[in-house]
Nanobody, 122 residues
Framework: QVQLVESGGGLVQAGGSLRLSCAAS????????MGWFRQAPGKEREFVSC???????YYADSVKGRFSSSRDNSKNTVYLQMNSLKPEDTAVYYC????????????????WGQGTQVTVSS
């Protein structure tokens, strides 16, 4: 069992930055690939990024070059650094722990946080 709690969301102007954190409980955190997803109003939840247990990272094309994932296994925490934010980045951001299958697919993640709102004003 893994429990996830996101924090760090907020309101920021276009071009600004935010860093999201996801704190995890559970002794096996370091073995999980951790993903970030987001859901804008009226849209499907979409893949943003993931970071493997070994630190390899993958990004959606829409955020590549602007967002960066990292993790600190000693703190059971993963981070999403978001730079050059755009209004279209406005969404609720979720972290999730991967269990099986494609890292891009929602169904591949068994554990989810409650989400944190990110709003980017133009």
């Amino acid at each position: 069992q893994v429990q996830l709690v996101e924090s760090g969301g907020g309101l920021v102007q276009a071009g600004g930055s935010l860093r999201l954190s996801c704190a995890a409980s559970g002794r096996t955190f370091s073995s999980y690939t951790m993903g970030w997803f987001r859901q804008a109003p009226g849209k499907e939840r979409e893949f943003v990024s993931c970071i493997t247990w070994g630190g390899n990272t993958y990004y959606a094309d829409s955020v590549k070059g602007r967002f960066s994932s990292s993790r600190d296994n000693s703190k059971n925490t993963v981070y999403l650094q978001m730079n050059s934010l755009k209004p279209e980045d406005t969404a609720v951001y979720y972290c999730a722990a991967h269990s099986h299958g494609s890292w891009l697919a929602r169904a591949s993640y068994d554990y989810w946080g409650q989400g944190t709102q990110v709003t980017v004003s133009s």
